[in-house]
């Protein structure tokens, strides 16, 4: 457990010593780290040791693209894929929105919002697919879309499990129609990982919506969520809007889907490595899907 | 939103208001107006020629929501025959804003499923503006799955401003009943053939909306969000939604060139309302020609086809192709 923080530091030197911008807000650069949601000031280096979780009240604040490989990769496991798959401006939306997207690329040192690879989670080699908010939002365009299609057939042709773990607040809208296409895209991909047997999970963290949830994120075989978590289609300010009602409280988090019947567990981020690495243990035999259907 | 009449459209109103008047008085036979009524009709003619050929986007979201435009259940009744509509998802409730069920197109069996907007407010009402609940997405692919299981081809038509965002709709897992159906409609070895009749509302349109052949009608839309809801997002700002409108490439012409769709329907001047029966004969005739080739696909090749169609759509800068990266700094050496 303690070590994460210097694992990833050893790993990414940049992005941990200069952490990304969403993540030095909610993370002061110093010795005590303010919890973003209920204000505590808790020591740094138990705040890390916990993986960003507040112990006092819990909130599992977001981590980065990297922070999560680190997570849940052995160590020096990881080995990126198409990390040459960078985004376009499809509907010209122009300099503005190229800007951000530097920025963002800056940020986040990714090319957009997902970081794609293979690993090795507690020794089963698997694909693992982690979206990261802090780029435009974690939104899917063609890159989100293109590079969680090219992981699962990735998967399907070297026979791996695949894991994702999404955080998007949906379509990125600047690249209109060609967002919404990635839906039908990455959906089609995650029938063939059925098809051919091999196992997809999922990890839902804070926020999975709209476009993103209605489709890769709800379709796992098994599918987590973090604690508190916002998931959903509509988002809450539209569904306010159209009912001219308050939304009652614990709407659209994770504990209402799992009581909704929409989420297999609620898992804390300490328990989410060994929970996989279980969920792998009973879906594959000695760590390799291959050996069970071939 | 809507409105019986667009700007666009008023001066050719007037004029064919004109036209009437003179026909009136034409027929007393007082004066013989005839030559003037002729080229009054031809000015009329050239009119409406050029205003709805130069509609723009935002005009043709007008269009597309004009509340004389004909609904599903309105192509259904003219475009098939022997239509028996089937009900509810076989677990919660029946959902009155998608309606589907077998009926023939040439005398053979398909299944159609489409959205349901409604024509007056009691109607609407009842079909929930075309905005449908988990329900309504789960009656549709219990009726694929049906359909699939006979090897009959499905037909849907799209006119929807989304999926409804609700309470209720999110507690019965809206997200997830989108989910499943495109899921579904990727691997169904049944032709599938799509067409937008009016407008193609981000999710809740594509949960019905994947297929072999996608159609638009001319003066259709179909977009990843609202203009009206881009515009707030973007710049705060809803009343943009003109703007917004014209970015998204929200049109049957923008997306044919973008290879999203595979044809556009035309429409008589003025659109669809105006002469529903063309599109209807038209409509019926193209959906008819598609099903008949790709019936005769094996089904595999056919979901292959498919599957290559959407794995297609996209458009990224690739740098390097199949590249294995070990991560900066992460140093296997
Ligand atoms: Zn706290």
């Known amino acids: 457990m303690s070590g994460f923080f210097d694992r990833l530091r050893s790993q990414r030197p940049k992005t941990t010593a200069q952490p990304g911008a969403n993540a030095s807000r909610e993370i002061p650069d110093n010795l005590w780290v303010k919890c973003s949601r209920c204000h505590t000031a808790v020591f740094r280096k138990v705040f890390e040791e916990q993986f960003k979780v507040c112990d006092k009240c819990g909130y599992h604040h977001k981590l980065t693209a990297w922070e999560r490989v680190s997570l849940l990769s052995d160590p020096d496991a990881f080995l990126e894929w198409d990390a040459g798959i960078t985004p376009a401006d499809p509907l010209q939306f122009g300099p503005d929105y190229q800007r951000k997207l530097e920025e963002d690329r800056q940020k986040t040192r990714l090319g957009d919002a997902v970081l794609s690879g293979r690993t090795l989670l507690a020794n089963h080699p698997v694909a693992l697919g982690v979206m990261d908010f802090a780029f435009r939002g974690g939104s899917m365009g063609s890159v989100v879309g293109e590079k969680i299609t090219m992981l699962m057939e990735r998967a399907l042709s070297e026979r791996l499990p695949t894991i994702v773990v999404t955080s998007s607040g949906g379509a990125r809208m600047q690249e209109g129609i060609y967002s919404l296409m990635q839906m039908a895209k990455t959906s089609a991909a995650r029938v063939r990982l059925q098809e051919a047997g091999l196992p997809y999970l999922v990890v839902l963290t804070d926020p999975t919506t709209a476009g993103v949830a209605a489709s890769f994120a709800a379709l796992g075989d098994v599918i987590l969520a973090e604690p508190d978590a916002i998931i959903g289609f509509s988002g809450a300010r539209v569904i306010e809007q159209t009912i001219r009602q308050k939304l009652p409280e614990g709407f659209q988090t994770s504990e209402f889907y799992l009581k909704h019947g929409f989420i297999d567990s609620v898992v804390p981020r300490k328990d989410l490595k060994s929970s996989l690495a279980r969920l792998l243990g009973f879906l594959t035999r000695s760590g390799s899907v291959a050996s069970v259907t071939e | ?333």
């Open chain 2, 1 to 333: 939103m809507t409105q019986r009449v667009l700007e666009v459209e008023s001066p050719l109103l007037e004029l064919e208001e004109k036209i009437n008047e003179l026909k009136i008085v034409n027929q007393t036979g007082k004066i013989d107006l005839s030559r003037e009524i002729e080229a009054l009709e031809r000015k009329a003619s050239q009119l409406k020629k050029s205003i709805y050929e130069n509609l723009t986007p935002w005009e043709k979201v007008r269009l597309a929501r004009h509340p004389e435009r004909p609904t599903t259940l309105e192509y259904v009744n003219a475009m098939f025959t022997d239509f028996f509509e089937l009900h509810g998802d076989r677990h919660y409730a029946d959902d009155a804003a998608i309606v589907g069920g077998f009926a023939r197109l040439d005398g053979q069996p398909v299944m159609v499923i489409g959205h349901q907007k409604g024509k007056e407010t009691r109607e609407n009402l009842f079909r929930n503006f075309g905005m449908p609940n988990p329900e309504g997405f789960r009656k549709a692919g219990r009726l694929m799955k049906l359909a699939a299981s006979f090897h009959v081809p499905i037909v849907t038509f799209i006119d929807t401003p989304g999926a409804y965002p609700g309470i209720e709709a999110e507690e019965r897992g809206q997200y997830e009943a989108i989910a499943q159906n495109i899921a579904l409609m990727s691997s169904l070895p049944v032709p599938i053939i799509v067409t937008v009749i009016g407008e193609g509302g981000s999710g809740g349109a594509l949960a019905i909306g994947m297929g072999d052949r996608v159609l638009m009608l001319e003066h259709s839309v179909y977009s990843v969000i609202s203009p009206e809801g881009c515009a707030s997002i973007l710049w705060r700002d809803a009343t943009r939604a003109e703007e917004a409108a014209r970015a998204l490439r929200i049109t049957a012409q923008d997306l044919h060139r973008r290879g999203i769709i595979d044809a556009i329907v035309s429409e008589p001047p003025g659109g669809v309302h105006r002469a529903p029966h063309v599109v209807f004969g038209k409509l019926a005739n193209i959906i008819a020609e598609s099903i008949e080739e790709l019936a005769a696909l094996p089904s595999a090749l056919l979901v292959e086809r498919r599957y290559q169609k959407y794995r297609a759509m996209g458009e990224f800068v690739c740098a390097v192709e199949n590249e294995e990266r070990v991560p900066v700094a992460a140093g296997v050496g």
